[in-house]
């Protein structure tokens, strides 16, 4: 009898001890808080919103088609439009004119670019006449033959930009987009009517090819 009550209190003491080690696994201290200006103005962090910039339409316009018996004095004329949404922010573009004119040309390839709200089109554009050759006798007994073809703005507007094409350089005009905005823009390329160097441009081509492209807001 006295073994079963040692075995007994054997298992109880075990037991005990068990417990003691489970309560002390579960056992820790809370540290105290206490909380202040617990509403939801403060417990959120702020909304922050991100600027919108114009979204930008461009286009290109009408086609100009190749010419195989151009003289000097003949034109192209090419209507381009640039639209903005509305937005927080202008965004810019950038069109790159990049031509590819034979040497012979020289200079006598020239540019102007003007720009007008589409809201006036009505009184103020760009337009060129009809293509008419005109022959012209020469001191030399020789006949000369020119385009009469002329282009001309209405409605006292100037180019943003002009200039003299030259081989394959780039010229290129950055253009800020304003939100809702509708701009027109009035191209005109003209081989210009230069008596001295005329004759070397004879059986010559040149063209100039358009790009756009959107130029990143770096500052807010």
Not at 171 to 192: A, G, M
Not at 200 to 217: H, M, R, S
């Amino acid at each position: 009898m006295e073994r079963k009550n040692t075995i007994l209190l054997t298992v109880i003491a075990i037991a005990t001890l068990l417990v003691a080690v489970v309560g002390a696994t579960f056992a820790y201290f809370t540290a105290g808080l206490t909380i202040q200006n617990d509403n939801k103005d403060n417990t959120s962090a702020a909304d922050v919103t991100t600027k919108v910039f114009v979204n930008t339409t461009f286009d290109y316009g009408n086609k100009i088609n190749p010419l195989d018996d151009a003289i000097p004095g003949h034109a192209d004329l090419k209507t381009m439009k640039v639209t903005g949404s509305d937005g927080d922010e202008a965004a810019t573009i950038k069109l790159t004119m990049t031509p590819n004119i034979a040497t012979e040309f020289g200079d006598d390839v020239k540019y102007k670019l003007y720009s007008v709200n589409t809201s006036e089109i009505e009184t103020k554009k760009v337009t060129c006449t009809e293509s008419t050759r005109v022959a012209v006798p020469g001191d030399d007994g020789n006949v000369n033959y020119s385009d009469s073809m002329t282009c001309s703005a209405t409605g006292d507007i100037s180019p943003v930009i002009n200039g003299s094409f030259s081989g394959q350089t780039p010229v290129e005009y950055t253009i800020t987009v304003e939100p809702n905005s509708d701009v027109t823009y009035f191209l005109v390329v003209q081989y210009e009517n230069d008596p001295s160097s005329a004759q070397a441009a004879q059986g010559k081509t040149y063209k100039v090819d358009l790009k756009v492209e959107n130029v990143p807001n770096k500052n807010a």
